[in-house]
């Protein structure tokens, strides 16, 4: 079965930094972008970051952008989001999710619907 496990979410200060990991299981990891979304209370999700097979590209949303780091290791099958000066509008529920890649030149998926695969999410709060 596909499992994708979030994990490394808390509650820290506003300024601090926090590093989320996704584990994948069940699929070929390596032939998937990978992205992160968020959704806030109240608030439809969005998505955050993205990266694609073998880490040749990433991309990030305006609101995180200088702030936030995605990378892959696909030897162990794992998707991180190293994020820095938070504030509390960061505040969410994290989610990673899993784009087949269907084409060699395949851009980075901003959409939810394109993602096949979702893992349960961990929560980020940012609060003094």
């Known amino acids: 079965d596909v499992q994708l496990q979030a994990s490394g979410g808390g509650l820290v200060q506003p300024g601090g930094s926090l590093r989320l990991s996704c584990s994948a299981s069940?699929?070929?990891?390596?032939?998937?972008?990978m992205s992160w979304f968020r959704q806030a209370p109240g608030k439809g999700p969005e998505w955050v970051s993205g990266?694609?097979?073998?880490?040749?590209?990433?991309d990030y949303a305006d609101s995180v952008k200088g702030r936030f780091t995605i990378s892959r290791d696909d030897a162990k099958n794992t998707l991180s989001l190293r994020m820095n000066s938070l504030k509390p509008e960061d505040t969410a529920a994290y989610y990673c999710?899993?784009?087949?890649?269907?084409?060699?030149?395949?851009?980075?998926?901003?959409?939810?619907?394109?993602?096949?695969?979702w893992g349960q999410g961990t929560q980020v709060t940012v609060s003094s």
């Open positions: 990266i694609s097979t073998g880490g040749r590209q990433t």
């Open positions: 069940g699929f070929i990891f390596g032939s998937y972008h």
């Open positions: 999710a899993a784009r087949p890649r269907t084409a060699v030149f395949q851009a980075i998926s901003r959409q939810k619907d394109d993602y096949r695969y």
